[in-house]
């Protein structure tokens, strides 16, 4: 009994973590379909309002960045505040603007399911994750945590958490480049360019993935330990 108690604290732990995940992804998704998701923060009306940032934009041909209206540099002698800020700064100092983010109304269905589905792909598959890491303890806790079938639990939440949210994220990438290429007139020059520079590769999900995977592969070592050993007795 002693050697179940820490891996209950363990299950209670989990288990709280995935209601809580499952109430907040909830949330978010019945929000995206009550509203098109993005009106409670943009202060927009529109239900079917897709926003994505879109860095590609800066690729497309014609685009004001290419030729940039003239600046007003400031006076040495007296510092002034730059446009668009609320406040003064020091001589030479001047004001970046983020990458642009585009909003469009009105958008097909097909669009809707794009912008949409882009948005929680990632966050599904941390909850798959989530759900198969507490199934896994369960197992733990039942068999002591030596089985194959632990094993198995372990590979799979690695796989999950390293495979899915790198696929998960790219899909995310492709569908902010092909919605931005909706939102322009032009043609993307280089889109395989963009996805490259703005694929956020979910670094701390995939160590943890393959940190499981070799997990599950000492806990294998010890299972068939377990075995001999049983088999020997």
Aim: glycine fraction near 8%.
């Amino acid at each position: 009994m002693s050697r179940a108690y820490p891996l209950t604290r363990t299950l209670i732990v989990v288990r709280v973590l995935l209601a809580l995940y499952v109430v907040v992804l909830a949330y978010e998704i019945g929000h995206a379909i009550l509203t098109g998701g993005e009106n409670a923060y943009s202060g927009q009306s529109a239900f079917s309002l897709v926003c994505v940032d879109a860095p590609a934009a800066t690729q497309v041909e014609g685009n004001v960045l290419e030729n940039p209206p003239p600046v007003k540099k400031p006076r040495e002698e007296k510092p002034e505040p730059a446009e668009d800020s609320f406040f003064p700064v020091e001589p030479g100092v001047e004001f970046f603007h983020p990458l642009p983010q585009m909003c469009k109304d009105d958008s097909s269905p097909a669009i809707q399911a794009l912008y949409q589905s882009s948005r929680f792909a990632t966050a599904l598959v941390v909850l798959t994750a989530i759900i198969q890491l507490e199934r896994l303890i369960t197992r733990a806790r039942r068999e002591s945590g030596f089985d194959e079938a632990v094993v198995r639990g372990l590979r799979v939440t690695g796989l999950i958490l390293g495979v899915g949210t790198l696929v998960s994220s790219l899909y995310e990438t492709l569908a902010e480049i092909a919605l931005t290429d909706w939102m322009v007139p032009g043609r993307l020059r280089a889109p395989w360019d963009s996805v490259i520079i703005g694929w956020d590769v979910p670094w701390a999900f995939l160590i943890a993935g393959i940190g499981l995977t070799v997990l599950s592969k000492v806990v294998g070592v010890g299972a068939r330990m377990r075995e001999e050993l049983e088999g020997t007795v």
